[in-house]
């Protein structure tokens, strides 16, 4: 076994005790980053140098007898539209090919300070707008576990990457599912924290009510250890929350007996595939067999959370995406022959498709004549999709849900229909605009070996919970856990 | 049909915070070398956040309620959104349907009118400056811009009246009066030309019989007091001409061209921006509470108003002078700082509204930066007291200082205008005065103080000032009681 298989907390461990060093975990890491990642393609950019530059400082820290910090060692893939300082973010854009922001994400710093080693930037979904990395404009990702299926997205880079063992850290966002759909499509673990918990400050912003940085790990302890360290409330983000934050690896410690589980009704309908119902039904049971006491629970608004969602994410999306206009950065047509055409052009050309249809559908939600019976009117029917959840959390202490209705699909397979693929967030969606958090973990495999993901939705800021539920599950599951097996492939397609 | 002029106007102050409103930037923008003075926040880069500055919410707060506003305890940000360069953003964030201060109000005196007019404000509302382009060639044909983003997020505060202005002068009125309520608060230099106070402003003409509105333009870069006054009584006049002709009025914007002295259409109504308007996502609702408001309430400084009132009670001052010298913050300060020296105010008045006014105009600098102090200023007028120089005198006097920036005593020595020693001269010339004045001297000879003053008036006029004043005035006594 090489050190790139382990989690982080177990390499932290190793360093700590002068069993392994950081720098041959940094080894490990980009050899299996040669060999894999021409067949996965998780990565848009890697700094190998940089990350050696620190390895070998961990090091001499070791040596030195220094205290080491929480994540000292552990190698971190960053999603490419989280800002780091210096190295390019694109977020899976044309329009923003070439733009190294001159500062880092609030994020980027509290890992650093953590001894965490960032080894480079992951592929996503244009923009963060996607289920699949299909949308990025530097070409796809392919799911470990079956290279000729989507990771899911838009954090599909990140998911992939730590399922492949390239790296035991990534770092998504989650607007929509962007976090926990490709960990559930992986096998991984991902966490959208409470909006409020973790700091957007360098987060590109996709849409700013619903976006949150969260954790892709292998397993549930790393999920906590990475949210030790990114959690908390930041000055430059007036919409972090000031409230203290929890030890989350201690919050694990702790069972859940008589813990109250609600399962809404309203998730298991139509479009849920029967091996994904039966890997949860299965799931539940050994939540009841742990002490906890599982009931149907009703959330009656979950079917507007789709048009609600895509009025309100677009209508933020089409403010946020407009600064991208050929002015101060990134992308500008050669050739224009006034400012209104160089807007045209440097926009047409720059952005992708998805990113063109919600811009225009944004828009329109927000145009003189069309607000009140859009996007006000998304906004009222969110309050009512909250209160839904508020009313559920009155009686239970989590809820339970699939992640996805399927396991990973094929490439191409929904890429042509908007709408199918938009309904491959039907279970997550609901949670962003809730503003609750939720964690997806791996719960079984499916007959062709595909993951399938479980999704524990909790009350704000009730990530202590979630995570305890879900360290008790990984725990007591049934299924053992596997790794896919990578058979290294040339791929055909070109980025577009 | 008799038309009746309706005028709105919209004003933006910026805010003089240390910081700029969303970020720690400064707000000292004016002379940087192009885009130095900003930051990822506001140079909108992309993962950037807004955080409010609290200190322009209680500039803002302090302006709403010298102005008489009902202050909303909670209000939001939103975003309008537009396209153009000098915006990074793409949007500035603003204030919509919950402004800060709402249902105000300011008082106006006109002239020839003792009665006060009462213009109402709309709303006060905070948003963010945007930077500014610079057009190679002409902003109708150029080959390139240039955009410096250093006044990016310069807090703003926009003061909208209700169309409650009648003419053109009234609008001009309210603006001065404006400015120095803003500078009194000290939220704001109300520098126009700088473009710290800014000017938009909607015109129509309504039947003065029935009522009926008329079709309102806007007109915007009216940037300083003569041309607001200059562009609405153009606007006034092309759109009187129109009806007389039996035109049509459009609605649309117009830009006051102060070369030309003329409005230039801009854009029309359907060529009219959709903002797109929605509620700020990235920053929380603003919160003020009541505690606060009645501390900026209780601690407002001094207004206009009543420092106007001070002015004619404590120093005796004319109405109207009291009403010239405050009618800028630092007009006042400098007449206030004189007074402190010096007793005859009214004097002083005289001066500071005449010479200095005018040497002021005419050499373009401000108050602030005058080569003539309160002190210098005291200093001239107490040589003139004492008899060294005439009135007359006096004014060149004050010209050479206001040059030279030299103490009046001073320029009197190198002048070479020097008392008058030779004691038989003087009274050869004060027999003169009292040969040419044998009325006045039959006055004081009947107990007539004054006449005695007017004689040694009359021997300073010969001698420009530069007679010995109290020698002088025992002469003449002497000599009259000879005759």
């Known amino acids: 076994m090489t050190l790139n298989q382990l989690t982080a907390h177990e390499v932290v461990n190793l360093i700590k005790k002068k069993k392994i060093t950081a720098h041959e975990v940094m080894q490990d890491i980009f050899n299996q980053i040669d060999k894999v990642d021409n067949s996965i393609k998780a990565f848009l950019i890697i700094d190998r140098e940089e990350a050696l530059k620190q390895a070998k400082e961990i090091d001499v820290k070791v040596k030195n007898g220094e205290e080491l910090p929480s994540l000292a060692g552990v190698a971190v893939a960053i999603k490419d539209i989280i800002a780091t300082q210096g190295t390019e973010t694109t977020c899976g854009s044309k329009i923003l090919k070439g733009f190294i922001p001159p500062y880092n994400a609030t994020v980027i710093n509290k890992l650093k300070e953590a001894g965490a080693i960032i080894i480079g930037k992951t592929n996503m979904d244009e923009f963060a707008m996607g289920s ?50 490709p960990a559930s499509l992986c096998g991984m673990v991902g966490l959208k924290p409470t909006y409020g918990r973790v700091s957007r400050y360098g987060l590109v912003a996709y849409a700013s009510s619903l976006d949150q940085i969260g954790p892709i790990t292998k397993d549930v302890t790393d999920c906590a250890l990475v949210m030790n360290v990114i959690s908390g409330h930041d000055n430059m983000d007036s919409t972090s929350v000031n409230l203290e ?27 849920i595939d029967p091996e994904v119902k039966s890997a949860l039904d299965r799931a539940l049971k050994i939540f009841e067999k742990l002490g906890a006491r599982v009931e149907e629970v009703s959330l009656p608004h979950t079917k507007y959370s789709l048009p609600t969602y895509y009025l309100i994410a677009t209508a933020e999306a089409s403010s946020n995406l407009a600064r991208y206009d050929g002015v101060q950065y990134g992308y500008r047509a050669e050739e224009y022959k006034d400012l209104s055409s160089m807007y045209q052009k440097t926009r047409s050309e720059g952005f992708g498709s998805e990113v063109k249809r919600r811009i225009m559908l944004g828009t329109y939600a927000l145009s003189s004549g069309y607000y009140d019976a859009y996007y006000l009117k998304a906004q009222k029917v969110r309050t009512l999709i909250k209160e839904d959840f508020d009313k559920a959390f009155s009686k239970y202490d989590i809820l339970i849900t699939p992640t996805s209705p399927t396991t990973a699909f094929k490439l191409k397979e929904k890429i042509a229909d908007s709408l199918t693929m938009y309904l491959t967030d039907i279970y997550t969606l609901p949670i962003n605009l809730a503003g609750v958090p939720a964690i997806s973990l791996n719960c079984g495999y499916n007959k062709n070996n595909l993951p399938i993901g479980l999704q524990i939705i909790g009350k704000h800021f009730s990530e202590e919970t979630i995570l305890r539920a879900a360290f008790n599950f990984e725990q007591n599951n049934d299924v053992e856990k596997r790794k896919p097996s990578i058979k290294p492939t040339k791929h055909k397609e070109a980025a577009e | 049909m008799k038309e009746e002029v309706v005028i709105g106007l919209e004003i933006h102050i910026q805010l003089m915070t240390k910081a700029k409103i969303f970020c720690q930037c400064s707000t000292d923008y004016i002379g940087k070398e192009p885009n130095t003075n900003t930051c990822p926040v506001c140079l909108g880069l992309p993962g950037s956040l807004p955080v409010l500055n609290k200190k322009v919410l209680e500039f803002a ?9 009902k202050i909303n305890q909670v209000s939001r940000f939103h975003r309008k959104n537009y396209f153009y360069p000098d915006l990074p953003k793409a949007y500035q964030i603003s204030q919509y349907d919950t402004p800060l201060g709402i249902n105000g109000y300011m008082e106006i005196s006109l002239p020839e009118s003792t009665e006060k007019r009462k213009i109402r404000i709309t709303r006060v509302h905070i948003e963010e400056d945007a930077g500014k382009l610079v057009h190679e060639g002409d902003i109708t044909f150029s080959s390139y811009s240039l955009a410096d983003y250093n006044r990016c997020g310069i807090p703003l505060a926009e003061i909208v009246t209700e169309p409650d202005f009648r003419s053109p002068e009234e609008a001009q009125i309210f603006l001065v009066k404006l400015r120095s309520i803003v500078q009194h608060l000290g939220v704001c230099d109300g520098n126009m030309e700088e473009g710290s106070m800014r000017c ?20 915007k870069n009216v940037n300083s007091f003569k041309a607001v006054k200059k562009a609405l009584q153009f606007e006034v006049d092309r759109q009187k001409k129109l009806l007389a002709e039996g035109e049509k009025i459009m609605q649309e914007t117009r830009h006051w061209d102060e070369s030309k002295f003329i409005t230039v259409s801009m854009r029309s109504k359907e060529e009219a921006h959709d903002y797109r308007y929605f509620p700020e996502p990235d920053l929380l609702p603003l919160k003020v509470d009541l505690k606060m408001i009645n501390n900026i309430r209780k601690n407002l400084p001094e207004l206009p108003e009543v420092r106007r009132k001070r002015f004619i009670k404590d120093y005796q001052i004319p109405e109207y002078d009291a009403e010239i010298l405050t009618s800028s913050k630092a007009l006042g300060d400098y007449y206030e700082k004189a007074v402190s020296l010096y007793s005859n105010s009214k004097v002083l008045s005289n001066w500071i509204m005449g010479e200095l006014i005018r040497h002021l105009n005419e050499e373009k600098v401000e108050i602030k930066a005058s080569p003539v102090s309160p002190e210098k200023l005291v200093g001239m007028l107490k040589l003139m007291d004492e008899g060294i120089i005439s009135g007359k005198m006096a004014k060149d006097v004050f010209e050479k200082m206001f040059k030279t920036g030299k103490v009046a005593s001073q320029i009197v020595k190198e002048s070479g205008i020097t008392q008058i020693t030779d004691e038989n001269e003087l009274i050869k010339i004060v027999d003169k005065v009292l040969n040419e004045n044998s009325k006045s001297v039959e006055d004081f000879n009947q ?10 008036g009359q021997v300073m006029h010969y001698t420009k000032g530069r007679a010995k004043p109290d020698f002088i005035f025992e002469a003449i006594k002497q000599r009259i009681k000879k005759i």
């Open chain 1, 132 to 181: 699949s990395t299909e949308n990025s404009a530097f070409g796809p990702t392919h799911n470990p576990w079956d290279l000729e299926r989507v990771p899911g997205g838009s954090s599909g880079g990140s998911s992939a990457a730590v399922a492949a063992d390239e790296t035991f850290v990534a770092l998504g966002t989650d607007t929509g599912g962007s976090i926990r759909q």
């Open chain 1, 245 to 271: 934050v929890p030890d989350y690896l201690k919050s694990c410690q702790a069972g859940i007996k008589d813990l109250k589980i609600g399962v809404p009704k309203e998730y298991f309908i139509e479009g």
């Open chain 2, 61 to 69: 707060v302090r302006t709403s309620v010298a102005l008489n506003c």
């Open chain 2, 200 to 219: 938009d402003a909607n015109i129509s003409l309504r039947d003065a019989k029935t009522g009926a509105l008329g079709i309102k333009v806007e007109i």
């Open chain 2, 447 to 456: 107990g007539k103080e004054k006449a005695l003053n007017f004689l040694v």
